[in-house]
């Protein structure tokens, strides 16, 4: 390891914007384990994709509405949609998920509705 590539790597990180430095941990990541990028899927797209849920929303018990989550995986955000549920075990901001499903389209934004999910590692 050279004194200048450290320098510059030191540089990098104290310069650069922290969200961006974030996003490519989690796309470098998502990339090392063979999963689809967000940002190349489309509508009617069947994905297995693995990434960070950046919030989760849930609604009260007599709405009914269920869970909804951003999932971002360091290229693009899907919106996940657990329809019928009130509160899924896991499913919180901050968790590394692999997500399988078809993707959709609501509102010109990237949408999953009821994917299959594996909740990676610890919070």
Do not use: W
Not at 28 to 57: H, I, P
Not at 92 to 121: A, C, Q, S
């Amino acid at each position: 390891m050279t004194a200048g590539g450290y320098l510059k790597r030191l540089t990098r990180r104290l310069t650069e914007d922290l969200e961006q430095l974030d996003a490519e941990t989690i796309s470098e990541q998502s990339r090392q384990t063979g999963a689809q990028r967000a940002c190349d899927c489309s509508a009617g797209d069947e994905v297995t994709m693995q990434g960070e849920l950046r919030s989760v929303q849930t609604c009260a018990k007599t709405m009914k509405s269920g869970v909804t989550a951003e999932f971002f995986d360091g290229t693009d955000v899907v919106t996940l949609k657990f329809i019928g549920r009130n509160r899924i075990p896991g499913i919180e901001p901050g968790r590394t998920v692999i997500v399988r499903g078809r993707i959709g389209e609501h509102d010109g934004r990237k949408v999953m509705f009821n994917p299959y999910y594996e909740l990676l590692g610890e919070s």
